[in-house]
């Protein structure tokens, strides 16, 4: 079993930062990807950014240059550093791991931006 324990989301003013961790615990295994997804009222759930084991990221193209996902293998948690924020990146903020093509999900936590 999997666990993760999303953390750092909160209220912050457009042009400002903030920083969201994850914490996995369980059967992670060493070879994974991890990443973060958003979902905004009435929007579907979409890809924010993805690391591998090796380090390889993947962002969407709304938060290339603005975000930086990073990870810890040793403590396994992932992090997002979100800089230049705007409002329409208001969403909650999931936590996943795809492990052996199964994908593990946070509860989420919400990042407000106000204008």
């Known amino acids: 079993q999997v666990q993760l324990v999303e953390s750092g989301g909160g209220l912050v003013q457009a042009g400002g930062s903030l920083r969201l961790s994850c914490a996995a615990s369980g059967s992670i295994f060493s070879n994974n990807v991890m990443g973060w997804y958003r979902q905004a009222l009435g929007k579907q759930r979409e890809l924010v950014a993805t690391?591998?084991?090796?380090?390889?990221?993947n962002y969407a193209n709304s938060v290339k240059g603005r975000f930086t996902i990073s990870r810890d293998n040793a403590k396994t948690t992932v992090y997002l550093q979100m800089n230049s924020l705007k409002p329409e990146d208001t969403a909650t903020y999931y936590c996943?791991?795809?492990?052996?093509?199964?994908?593990?999900w946070g509860r989420g936590t919400q990042v407000t931006v106000s204008s």
């Open positions: 996943i791991v795809t492990r052996i093509g199964v994908n593990y």
């Open positions: 690391i591998t084991s090796g380090g390889s990221t």
